[in-house]
């Protein structure tokens, strides 16, 4: 297959071809006009002038008929090419209108819907998407019909046979305006795996919790029973076993977190919450830590008050985690913000810190689970890498978003935006 470049030449050759024999004629024809010659060489020239014009069509024509030549072969390869990606791609793919109608499909569509070839122009595309706490459905298609491009949303659809099939779907525009070409990846066994995974991992911490709770109810009866008899050895390996155990609670709670929250299983208890009295609460929390590190705790300034109806664990979940990651990786002396307000029916929260900040590169992988920082893992601080990643997940089990600007070294700003039902509005 001839190269596009070469087409070019050829057409660039044509072109300098054609004027080089126009400026001949044009000079031939200037000659005449300007000198007088007799009949016999006018008739010559005329003969030559003939000649070179039959000479420039012919090239013409050849270099016209090699480039469609080689513009039919180009095609016919491409198309070929494509037409055969396009049957054997196990990717399944239909070009939709804006109804949802099915044009037009290859093999592994047929297999995904368990229909016939002859059947698939029956299927509606829409009514094959199933309703999830995810997905609103009227919004898809409104984007959909809207031409907006969406890349790897996770569905959930339904086959001819009433088999459920999770799918990753990603929708194009298409050459023709009404039309739109949709991927569907196959990823029933993956979600399959995954919720076996989270199932087995929130049975197994489950489990942990009745012994890791009796080690600690003993090692404080050991701290209270011995506290004049214990000698300072002794006091120390206590200190160590109640810090290890509370390590170990705190990683089950945020696997048992983890696991109902991608399980779909965490189930939303809407309760009236006083957002002063609870933000207090997270303020003594972790009060021992900022006194230790002589932290400049920045509040809100103003007295107003108010209370919401939201899910008081999820609260927490987001805010104690923001809180313990900025106290955590904040440097003695620093500076943390801890502010709230109410902005048109919804809650919004800054947690901000001038500690060691994230590095510009790795920003995109912060919310993703077990991952850590580059710079946190150097800084020798405990952590499982699942505390941000629960966060996120409690946010937008909330209806909410979370953003995060930061800079390395110069510390790290979250903010958390949650829609709330408001209760109270009351200026103190």
């Known amino acids: 297959m001839l190269s596009t470049r070469k087409i070019k030449l050829m057409r660039l050759l044509e072109h300098v071809l054609l004027l080089l024999l126009g400026v001949l004629v044009m000079g031939m024809v200037w000659f005449l006009v300007n000198h007088t010659v007799s009949q016999a060489w006018m008739y010559g020239a005329a003969g030559v002038i003939g000649a070179l014009l039959l000479i420039i069509f ?110 990753t779907m ?94 779909g299983t965490f189930s939303t208890n809407a309760e009236v919450v006083d957002v002063s009295e609870f933000f207090d609460s997270i303020v003594d929390e972790f009060t021992e830590k900022i006194t230790e590190k002589n932290l400049e705790l920045i509040k809100n300034e103003d007295s107003s008050a108010f209370q919401i109806k939201i899910d008081s664990r999820l609260l927490h979940i987001i805010v104690s985690n923001l809180t313990s990651n900025a106290v955590k990786y904040i440097n003695p002396n620093g500076k943390l913000t801890l502010k709230y307000r109410l902005q048109s029916e919804r809650l919004q929260i800054m947690v901000a810190d001038d500690g060691i900040g994230i590095p510009e590169a790795e920003v995109g992988k912060l919310f993703t689970k077990f991952y850590r920082a580059s710079n946190a893992q150097a800084h020798q601080t405990e952590g499982t890498g699942l505390g941000l990643y629960v966060v996120k997940q409690s946010v937008e089990k909330l209806g909410g978003k979370i953003s995060v600007e930061t800079k390395e070294n110069a510390g790290t700003k979250f903010l958390v935006d949650i829609p709330v039902t408001v209760i109270t509005d009351v200026a103190l």
């Open 58 to 167: 012919g090239v013409q024509q050849k270099i016209d008929s090699q480039l469609l030549a080689i513009l039919d072969q180009t095609n016919f390869a491409s198309s070929d090419e494509f037409d055969s990606l396009y049957e054997r791609s196990p990717v399944a793919y239909v070009t939709i209108d804006v109804s949802g109608k099915i044009i037009s499909f290859n093999p592994a569509a047929v297999r995904l819907f368990k229909v016939t070839a002859d059947t698939m122009g029956l299927v509606n595309f829409y009514q094959r998407i199933l309703p999830t706490e995810e997905i609103d459905q009227s919004v898809l298609e409104s984007k959909i019909s809207a031409g907006l491009t969406i890349n790897d949303l996770e569905v959930l659809m339904q086959s001819a046979t009433g088999k459920e099939v999770w799918v």
């Open 170 to 263: 990603s929708v194009y525009t298409h050459r023709e305006k009404s039309q739109r070409l949709v991927s569907l990846i196959d990823i029933t066994e993956k979600k399959t795996i995954d919720t076996a995974k989270s199932e087995f991992v929130a049975l197994a911490t489950h489990q942990l919790r009745t012994p890791i709770a009796a080690i600690r109810w003993n090692v404080e009866l050991l701290q209270k029973n011995m506290k004049e008899t214990v000698t300072e050895d002794q006091s120390r390996y206590l200190v160590k076993v109640e810090r290890n155990v509370m390590r170990m609670i705190n990683l089950i709670n945020d696997f048992l977190s983890v696991s109902k929250l991608e399980m």
